[in-house]
C-alpha cells in the first residue's frame, strides 16, 4: 500500500496515471545507448486527508555490507535511508567517490558531497 509521505495516510486517489515511463535525464553511456531502459510507473496520487499531491516512490534495497553511491540528476530531489540497525558514524567505513581505484565516471561534476565522503582514503586491498 502506497501512504502519504507527509501524514502517513493510505493513498488510494488517483489525479494522473501515466503508465511506466523511462528515468527522466538519465544518463546513458555511450557503449549502453541500443541497450532497452529500465522503466518505472509513474502514478500521481492525491492524499484525501492533507491534498498533498506526491508521485508514488521508488525503492531501491541494498544488501547489507554492500557498497553503494548514488548522484541526483535534478534538484530538490529527496533522498531517504532506511538502515538496519541502529546508526554509529564513528564505525562506518567507505570509498571516497573519487578514488582512481573504482574509476567511477559520474554523469556530471560533483557539486555537493558532505565533507566525511570527501575524505575517505583511497581504497587498498
Known amino acids: 500500500m502506497t501512504i502519504c509521505r507527509f501524514c502517513s495516510a493510505p493513498l488510494s486517489e488517483i489525479v494522473a496515471d501515466l503508465g511506466v515511463l523511462p528515468l527522466s535525464n538519465a544518463y546513458v553511456h555511450p557503449d549502453r545507448l541500443l541497450e532497452p531502459e529500465l522503466f518505472y510507473p509513474c502514478v500521481a496520487y492525491v492524499c484525501e486527508r492533507c491534498f498533498l499531491v506526491q508521485v508514488a516512490a521508488v525503492e531501491l534495497l541494498v544488501p547489507e555490507g554492500f557498497a553503494q553511491g548514488f548522484q541526483t540528476l535534478e534538484d530538490a530531489t529527496e533522498v531517504n535511508y ?17 578514488d582512481p581505484a573504482f574509476a567511477i565516471q559520474w554523469p556530471l561534476d560533483v557539486t555537493v558531497i558532505s565533507e566525511r565522503d570527501r575524505s575517505w582514503p583511497d581504497f587498498s586491498r
Do not use: A, K, L
Not at 82 to 98: A, D, I, Q
Open 82 to 98: 532506511h538502515v538496519s540497525r541502529e546508526y554509529h558514524p564513528e564505525v562506518g567505513e567507505g570509498f571516497r567517490w573519487n
